[in-house]
């Protein structure tokens, strides 16, 4: 059974950081994807960034490119979020996500291939 469970959220101001960890269990196989979402209520869900861990990655959305970094601690079997100079527009709920197994990257890790999810954690960023 995979688990995922996210923490590190919380409250910071404009231009802070926050990291986050996703910490996964139940993954037996080596290869997938694994990625950060996040959503405000009454909008849809949108991607953050995702690893395929086969070697591909990681990818970002443009909107937190060149301020949030992904990186997966292997020994862990921890996701990584560090998000750097937060805005208010960052406002959200933040899940994790991972795939089945995938023996390669292929077209990539779209939304629908992620159907493992944590509960997710709050970030809330005051201006």
């Known amino acids: 059974q995979v688990q995922l469970e996210e923490s590190g959220g919380g409250s910071v101001q404009t231009g802070g950081s926050l990291r986050l960890s996703c910490a996964a269990s139940g993954l037996t196989y080596s290869r997938y994807c694994m990625g950060w979402f996040r959503q405000v209520p009454g909008k849809e869900r949108e991607g953050v960034g995702y690893i395929y861990t086969g070697g591909s990655g990681p990818y970002y959305a443009d909107s937190v490119k060149g301020r949030f970094a992904i990186s997966q601690d292997n020994a862990k079997n921890t996701l990584i979020l560090q998000m750097n100079s937060l805005k208010p527009e960052d406002t959200a709920m933040y899940y994790c996500?991972?795939?089945?197994?995938?023996?390669?990257?292929?077209?990539?890790?779209?939304?629908?291939?992620?159907?493992?999810w944590g509960q997710g954690t709050q970030v809330t960023v005051s201006s």
């Open positions: 996500a991972a795939s089945r197994a995938r023996t390669s990257y292929g077209v990539g890790c779209r939304e629908p291939d992620f159907i493992y």
